[in-house]
């Protein structure tokens, strides 16, 4: 049996159940499939992503293999008693980083909400604050258009749009407990390791964005002394968004680095980046959420 899916702007066909994922809207044929099978291209046995052939063989041990070709399809070879969670934890992760890419689309590590009906994308390193601010917005009721993953396309007038991704906010227990929130109420994002202390926490469907949205502004999130935002331009903003491009080292497997470049070089010219600053904690998380908050309105708003 398949399911018929939508996410980051595409149309997902899966013999995988994938609940993550808001489900299609009509029988229209597939972008992506999504199917269980062997995977035998590659010997590799570490973690890794390799290209065999012209398709990418991605491993991630005790958990599974995966096949990804021409940005159309992914099939799955399970290790045996892995947790359904974990397999599509990697799956829409890492797999889909790697058809994003052979796609030519421009995934950013960053999170993307909807302000004055205009996205705005909020990227920077593991541990910036991306998750904790996007979850600060939802808590004030902005519309949720893509956490962790934000993909950058080019609609038919050549115009940055925000591709919506997973209707969901992966938080760490910290943030989950700094907004209030109980993460015994929700699952662990990968499922038999305590460790690993993140939880997937949905969004409901009224909450988020179901179509390509303008963006208007990037911010990279950093620590700082202070709390400041200042403007990135020409080669130092490209290098920002190269830099924080999700999974940008499978670039060199995929084998576009030329193009994402162009990609990266094109959305500079057009969508302004600034570098926010913010000193760390939660005691001035809301005042400095907020200042992000009307700062990104005065863009927004051509101010």
């Known amino acids: 049996m398949t399911c018929d899916y939508r996410v980051f702007g595409l149309r997902v066909r899966s013999s995988v159940e994938l609940p993550e994922l808001l489900p299609a809207r009509d029988a229209a044929a597939p972008d992506v499939v999504i199917e269980l099978g062997p995977v035998t291209e590659s010997p590799q046995t570490q973690s890794g992503l390799t290209n065999v052939g012209g398709a990418l063989i991605l491993v991630v041990p005790n958990v599974a293999r995966y096949r990804i070709r021409a940005g159309v399809s992914i099939t799955i070879a399970p ?168 999974r940008g080292a499978y670039l060199e497997v995929v084998g576009d680095h030329e193009a994402h470049w162009t990609s990266a070089v094109r959305l500079v010219g057009q969508v302004p980046v600034f570098r926010a600053a913010r000193t760390w904690g939660s005691a001035r998380l809301d005042d400095q959420c907020t200042m992000l908050l009307e700062h990104a309105r005065k863009v927004c708003s051509g101010a």
């Not at 929700?186 to 305590?194: F, I, K, M, N």
């Not at 911010?219 to 002394?225: A, D, I, N, P, V």
């Open 79 to 246: 290790c045996e008693g892995v947790p359904e969670r974990n397999l599509r934890l990697f799956l829409l992760g890492s797999a889909f980083g790697a058809l994003l890419h052979q796609r030519g689309l421009l995934p950013l590590h960053a999170n993307a909400i909807e302000i004055d009906g205009k996205a705005v994308a909020y990227m920077g390193e593991p541990g910036a604050g991306k998750s904790t601010l996007a979850a600060w917005f939802h808590d004030r009721g902005h519309r949720i258009i893509a956490d962790d993953v934000c993909v950058v396309g080019f609609d038919d007038a050549g115009k940055a749009v925000a591709k919506p991704g997973l209707p969901r906010l992966r938080l760490w227990r910290e943030a989950l407990e700094a907004s209030g929130h109980d993460p015994a109420s929700y699952p662990r994002s990968y499922a038999g390791d305590e460790r690993f202390d993140k939880f997937d926490v949905p969004i409901d469907s009224a909450r988020t964005v179901e179509s390509d949205t303008p963006l208007a502004a990037l911010y990279l999130l950093q620590r700082g002394e202070q709390a400041s935002i200042d403007r990135r331009s020409g080669l130092e903003a490209a290098e920002a968004v190269f830099a924080n491009t999700y």
